[in-house]
């Protein structure tokens, strides 16, 4: 699977998911392990969750998520496919 359909899968994933499933084990190891990465990254994902898909907002959240994920694709990985594993995304 290509980069940006495994982001589309992330950003699908923090819309439908609940506050609990989105609070799985990978994540808070990730948050441990790269706490100013996953600060930018949480900031980002409230616009995610609250807006529509097709709100300014929400694009300008997607476009910085989609930046910071390139800039740090290795952090991410284990986060990546924890939700593919889990979820199905």
Known sequence: MNKVNNYENIF???KK????ERHIEELELFAKKHPIIFMKFHK???AI???DESD???????EALIKLF??????FEPVFEAVKN???Y
């Open 86 to 88: 889990k979820f199905n």
């Open 12 to 14: 699908r994933w923090m």
């Open 70 to 75: 390139n800039e740090n694709q290795n952090s």
């Open 56 to 62: 300014p907002k929400y694009i300008k959240a997607k």
């Open 44 to 46: 980002e994902c409230n």
């Open 17 to 20: 998911a609940t506050k609990t």
């Open 49 to 51: 969750i609250k807006y």
